[in-house]
T-cell receptor
Framework: DGGITQSPKYLFRKEGQNVTLSCEQN?????MYWYRQDPGQGLRLIYY???????QKGDIAEGYSVSREKKESFPLTVTSAQKNPTAFYLC????????????????FGPGTRLTVL | KNEVEQSPQNLTAQEGEFITINCSYS?????LHWLQQHPGGGIVSLFM???GKKKHGRLIATINIQEKHSSLHITASHPRDSAVYIC?????????????FGQGTRLTINP
């Protein structure tokens, strides 16, 4: 079945530790995204990538890093520099519109809930 | 700055009722997305529209470009419709790939 997988579903981290969240898709999508969701707030974009080996910062990139070495994979590292990392993290992917600037439907993974102890 | 506002924030209704969730946005958009988030956290895309109206089963999404307003309607609501409904917009200025999200509307349908 085609889709997006995220692992693990729940993650606990001690303060000061880096942690990497996995996101894999087999939809052959070019674009991938990482969002953060906090209670009572809308999703916020952390990073996105439209092509392998290239990615752009979103609205809240500080304290996070990503890589895009393969089309299928877009891991997110939450570094110790992220001041308040406890949140629900969602990965998404989409095709790139054949028309420059065109919108596309995004497909979301099941999410990873990160708790810093 | 593009902002997306949803109302109401919380909505409780009885099974069978007609449900309306509203979404307003502040700048011209490329598209308006409606998403559904179930208690487990996963998000499903329901609609993407840039004009008019779309229908899928008991769900209907409409958009009024001039008024910068969209609505999501659920007919004959059912307890399984209980979820958080999120609207999000993309606009030409910020780029088609960047969604700006509303805070979500938590819908509870009681049997």
């Amino acid at each position: 079945d085609g889709g997006i997988t995220q692992s693990p579903k729940y993650l606990f981290r001690k303060e000061g530790q880096n942690v990497t969240l996995s996101c894999e898709q087999n939809l052959n999508h070019d674009a991938m995204y990482w969002y953060r969701q906090d209670p009572g707030q809308g999703l916020r974009l952390i990073y996105y990538s439209q092509i392998v080996n290239d990615f752009q910062k979103g609205d809240i990139a500080e304290g996070y890093s990503v890589s895009r070495e393969k089309k299928e994979s877009f891991p997110l590292t939450v570094t110790s520099a992220q001041k308040n990392p406890t949140a629900f993290y969602l990965c998404a992917s989409s095709i790139l519109s054949p028309l420059a600037g065109g919108p596309n439907e995004q497909f979301f993974g099941p999410g990873t809930r990160l708790t810093v102890l | 700055k593009n902002e997306v506002e949803q109302s109401p924030q919380n909505l409780t209704a009885q099974e069978g009722e007609f449900i309306t969730i509203n979404c307003s946005y502040s700048v011209g958009i490329s598209a308006l997305h409606w998403l559904q988030q179930h208690p487990g956290g996963g998000i499903v895309s329901l609609f993407m529209l840039s004009s008019g109206k779309k229908k899928h089963g008991r769900l209907i999404a409409t958009i009024n470009i001039q008024e910068k307003h969209s609505s999501l309607h659920i007919t004959a609501s059912h307890p399984r419709d209980s979820a958080v409904y999120i609207c999000a917009s993309t606009n030409p200025i910020q780029g088609a790939q960047k969604l700006v999200f509303g805070q979500g509307t938590r819908l509870t349908i009681n049997p």
